[in-house]
């Protein structure tokens, strides 16, 4: 037996396995250490020291499960991917869709571009003839400058690349007149950082030298979040689907592009699957939301960043969308489970990364879209959803099974569960179980 097709059973009926099990599995799976899967398990706690360096006012930790989506070939590779959520059926679905894509289609994902974004704002400019001119004629001079306040970036091959000038209308403002306001964008390669830290401080560093050379006052110094420079793109092909459910993915996606309102619902599905991903490896998840937010609106009204289309009885889907992530610095390295978390994926640049988030994304998305056009969302999701109202409605350990097993039962007649069911099925199990419990005194 090869050893990919060994790997891939270490995960058949991962699902049913015990907590256990399914951990002894993922370590085998991504060859962890007994001390990582301790991390991993909880059974080595977080460390209170850490917390402490990382925000401010510790008080304790709010902990998120963290389970793994099976399933995912990524450009030929298999890939377990570690998710911490608090959302029913997010990594059930992806699972799900991942392998059906596996056993019917492909996976293929890549980047385009390397480059970030730091904005060094002149907010209300008096000759804007004069600084954009004197700007462009120090351009060579301001990359110098800033690639020396980042030596060890440049050292291993990153670093700013190019300024650029900018110029935006500026409205009537607080008594002053219209006008104009410049902005320099630097583009810098962060080479496997986020790089927020590193574009700041290069913003910073640029300011003296642009007021001495402008005669202008700079205002904000800061990166941007809307990374379009560089993206992250996943396809996926499913070969050979049935033509009414790859019509109807399509009609789905269809509806979500011509309607923000849809497809802000459509964008959060793919986030479903991004966003587990980044929280499980320490990375900052608000701010690749706001650059695909942004992303989804510049053409002037927030579409879709997934795209689907059938294309010789085949379905093909897209996500292209700015994942600026990293794998050094800031929480990646300080958390001891985000770093697991990454070893788990054989992540090794912060490319990979965000090629991992950006396929998960898209599957994710798939899963949904399918669900919404075939059997629908409710049926699938309150499935999964029956554990927790069996916790709502005061389970103990060893009643959410019996719980959670008759509100399925209730869900397929009635279509429909909530938690006064929930409880009257839990007052019904422990009836039962008082009556036929013998009694000490007889």
């Known amino acids: ?99 059906w894509v596996s056993r019917e289609g492909s996976i293929r994902t890549f980047m385009q571009g390397r480059l970030i974004i730091g904005q060094v704002q002149l907010p209300n400019v008096r000759n804007v003839a004069h600084a954009k001119r004197v700007l462009t004629e120090a ?37 002053q007149p219209a006008g104009s306001m410049l902005v320099l964008h630097v ?103 706001a650059g695909i937010h942004a992303y989804a609106s510049r053409s002037g009204q927030y579409q879709p960043v997934t795209e689907w289309k059938m294309e010789k009885g085949d379905l093909l889907g897209r996500f292209e969308a700015p994942l600026a992530v990293g794998t050094v610095g800031g929480v990646t390295r300080a958390h001891p489970t985000a770093r697991v978390a990454l070893k788990m994926m054989g992540v090794e640049r912060a490319d990979d990364l965000a090629r991992i988030c950006a396929t998960v994304g898209l599957v994710q998305n798939l899963g949904a879209l399918k669900a ?7 049926k699938g999701h309150m499935g999964l959803h029956a554990a927790n109202l069996a916790i709502a409605a005061g389970a103990g350990a060893h009643e959410i099974g019996e719980v959670r097993d008759r509100l399925n039962v209730v869900l397929e007649r009635e279509k429909k569960i909530n938690l006064s069911q929930a409880i009257a099925i839990l007052e019904e199990i422990r009836k039962d179980a008082k009556e036929i419990s013998p009694s000490i005194f007889n």
């Open 139 to 175: 351009r060579a001079e301001l990359v110098a400058l800033a690639n020396a306040c980042i030596p060890g970036l440049v050292a291993r091959g990153g670093g700013v690349r190019e300024v650029v000038i900018r110029e935006l209308d500026r409205p009537a403002f607080e008594k």
């Open 187 to 289: 583009l810098c390669d962060p080479c496997d950082a986020m790089g927020a830290n590193l574009i700041n401080q290069v913003c910073e560093a640029l300011k003296p030298r642009i007021e001495q050379i402008t005669d202008e006052r700079v205002g904000l110094c800061i990166l941007s979040n809307l990374t379009d420079g560089k993206l992250a793109v996943a396809e996926v092909v499913v070969r050979g689907i049935d033509p009414v459910v790859g019509q109807g993915i399509v009609e789905a996606a269809l509806f979500a592009k011509v309607d923000p309102y849809r497809a802000a619902t459509h964008n959060k599905g793919v986030l479903n699957g991004i966003d587990p991903i980044l929280i499980a490896t320490g990375n900052d998840w608000r701010a690749v939301e």
């Open 1 to 99: 037996m090869d050893k990919a097709r060994e790997r891939r059973e270490l995960l058949e009926n991962f699902h049913r396995l015990t907590r256990s099990e399914r951990l002894s599995r993922v370590r085998e799976f991504c060859q962890l250490s007994e001390h990582e899967t301790q991390i991993l398990s909880g059974e080595i706690p977080f460390p209170l020291e850490i917390a402490e360096h990382l925000i401010e006012n510790v008080v304790g930790f709010f902990p998120l499960p963290m389970g793994v989506a099976t399933n995912f070939c990524i450009d030929g590779k298999d890939v377990l991917i570690p998710m911490a959520v608090e959302e029913t059926s997010i990594i059930a679905a992806a699972s799900a869709t991942a392998k």
């Open 372 to 378: 919404l056009s075939t059997v629908g969302i409710v």
